[in-house]
């Protein structure tokens, strides 16, 4: 059988591990520092996620905006396009092998246009898509106050609605993965530190060195997120980019809230975004906002400031009025992998060695394309 070692198991890793275990010849182990939570139900896993989940999961929203986007040709369109119809056929199939509920907003996001220097860009992405066959929405005012009494539409020109973009619990998601892929046959060692990589005399191998001894793979696929930089640093050659790939932290903040009453129509609830804000209906008239986008300065270490995280608060109160009286019931924050000098994501070959596979990099989306990642991935291990 061919071994592979997935390194990081946040919705990337969870993802690929889930779609290579349908492949009976391929003997999986999935690494990751980080302890999972003994108790996986949801209120503990909601109080404790960094016992769990890695940073760059814990910082997302699970927002899927994939029709929405202005990614409209080339490797970033056909990278959502992919996750959005593998979406729709993934969760059923999660539930239905695990018997977890994974919270999967449906009712689509509603993009709230403030600028009259951006109505154009919009109209002309309503066209584009409505030639591909997908359905976008132009509201106006009124229309958008009859639809969503909740929403202050003075400030706003008009909004796109996206029926088909969805919104997902990130964490419930990794977790269900996890099950699934140990259903499998696919091994998960928690609490384990990847130290270095190491390749050996036969190039068809690679080592892996961890806190708890040394391994050999025939694959390795690197999914850690900030970590891969210092992987990829531990390893020599010749063939290695004279510039390394770098990938740089970027802090998101977010918080979630509860009102006294929903503001729409319970059960009906879009996710709404406005000037990089986002309301993210969870049930119950309670809300997930943000999140932060805060760059570190000259490599220092980003320190949490509430700040940034007051002014996103403010900018969805701006938009929904309601949210002044609710109640904030906690914060939380984390790190998304930027890659430097290069798009998002990198997902192929390291240079220099066949069978080292990156997964990484996904800065802000990673939620939304961990289905795309995960079948490149196996398209690499499937054509070698």
């Known amino acids: ?3 592979i070692a997935i390194i990081g198991c946040g919705v990337v890793g969870a993802t690929i591990a889930y779609e290579l275990s349908q492949n009976p010849d391929l003997n999986i182990t999935v690494i990751d520092q980080n302890p999972l939570a003994v108790d996986t139900s949801s209120e503990l896993i909601n109080q404790n996620s960094n016992l769990f989940t890695p940073n760059s999961t814990k910082a997302a929203l699970g927002v899927l905006m994939g029709i929405i986007s202005q990614k409209t040709k080339g490797r970033a369109w056909r990278l959502r396009q992919y996750s959005m119809q593998r979406y729709e056929t993934l969760i059923p199939e999660l539930e239905a092998a695990t018997g977890q509920n994974i ?3 449906r009712q689509g996001i509603l993009l709230l246009c403030y600028a009259e220097e951006e ?6 992405l309503i066209n584009l898509r409505r030639s591909q066959g997908l359905e976008l929405e132009w509201l106006n005012p009124t229309e958008i106050q009859t639809r969503y009494p909740q929403i202050n539409t003075k400030p706003v020109l008009g909004a796109v609605y996206s029926p088909n973009d969805r919104q997902i619990d990130p964490t419930q998601l990794t977790l269900a993965l996890v099950e699934a892929a140990q259903q499998r046959g696919v091994t998960f060692q928690w609490g384990v530190k990847v130290e270095s990589l190491e390749p050996l005399k036969t190039p068809e191998t690679q080592q892996v060195k961890t806190n708890v001894g040394d391994f050999n793979f025939d694959w390795v696929v690197i999914a850690s997120g900030l970590g891969t930089t210092a ?8 063939t290695l980019p004279k510039k390394p790939i770098k990938i740089r932290p970027v802090l998101g903040q977010a918080l979630q809230v509860r009102c006294i009453q929903p503001l729409g129509t319970l059960g009906l609830e879009p996710v709404i975004t406005g000037n990089d804000v986002h309301i993210v209906p969870l049930g119950n ?9 805060e760059f570190p300065e000259n490599d220092q270490e980003i320190l949490v400031n509430s700040e940034p ?9 701006a938009m929904c009025p309601a949210l002044e009286t609710a109640t904030i019931l906690k914060t939380w924050s984390g790190l998304r992998p930027r890659p430097e000098g290069i798009p998002a994501p990198v997902i192929g070959n390291l240079p220099g060695f066949s069978n080292i596979l990156l997964a990484t990099g996904h800065y802000r989306n990673g939620i ?3 289905p795309a990642t995960a079948d490149e991935i196996r398209q690499f291990i499937q054509s070698n």
């Open 285 to 293: 008239a309670e809300y997930w906002v943000g999140a932060t986008v």
């Open 119 to 124: 109505l154009g860009k919009w109209y002309q």
């Open 368 to 370: 939304l394309l961990a």
């Open 103 to 105: 919270p999967f907003n």
């Open 1 to 3: 059988m061919t071994s």
């Open 231 to 238: 992987l990829i640093s531990s390893l020599e050659s010749e």
């Open 309 to 317: 995280l007051d002014l996103v608060l403010k900018g969805a109160i």
